[in-house]
């Protein structure tokens, strides 16, 4: 199989939304240091809590992120204000690959959540779930948000057969079931041990 690469796209719509938001708190940053040095009015709170959220802002519209497959690893990489992260998913470890829904609170608990998608970026956010050793080797639940397109998907769909454009549903039955039997087995390796 050929390496296939997706990159993260620039909408004009959504480009035009993130540099209106950047320049308001552009001017909320001027007029706070206006404040300081002009008027003797110092209040580094506001000004930190605006410099923060425009660094924010621009760092979600400056970085650039690639998707590759590779013949065992989906790569996901960012290359941004702070530098370059890359992070590597064997496909044996993905759950699923479902679209992404807001919610408050989900059924599956995600040690980790990287966001991986631009934000001037239109196209539709996916949510894939796995598994990675965390802590002392313990497997943990992560997730990603990230944003491939449809042609993508379809790469990714005939390499992970029922396991990508699913139903978020079936995502959370496959990790329930699999946490279940995961629990099933320590509680008789705990009674043979007994």
Do not use: C
Request: hydrophobic letters at 45%; charged letters at 30%.
């Amino acid at each position: 199989m050929e390496k296939l690469v997706a990159q993260s796209q620039v909408t004009k719509k959504n480009a035009m939304i993130m540099a209106i938001a950047v320049a308001i708190f552009t001017v909320l940053v001027i007029f706070s240091l206006y404040k300081w040095f002009a008027l003797g009015i110092f209040q580094p709170i506001e000004l930190m809590s605006e410099a923060l959220v425009l660094f924010v802002l621009v760092e979600r519209m400056a970085a650039k992120y690639t998707y590759e497959m590779d013949k065992k690893v989906l790569r996901l990489t960012k290359r941004g204000l702070l530098g370059k992260v890359v992070h590597e998913v064997p496909y044996r470890d993905v759950f699923g690959i479902y679209r992404y829904k807001p919610q408050l609170i989900g059924v599956i608990k995600f040690r980790r959540t990287y966001r991986f998608n631009s934000a001037i970026d239109g196209r539709d956010v996916w949510t894939m779930a796995y598994t990675a050793p965390g802590y002392k080797g313990k497997m943990e639940n992560r997730r990603f948000y990230f944003k491939p397109g449809n042609e993508f998907l379809a790469v990714l769909q005939e390499k992970l057969p029922g396991k990508v454009m699913v139903p978020e549903e079936e995502v959370i039955k496959t990790v329930l079931t699999k946490e279940k039997k995961e629990e099933e087995l320590k509680q008789g390796a705990s009674e043979t041990k007994n």
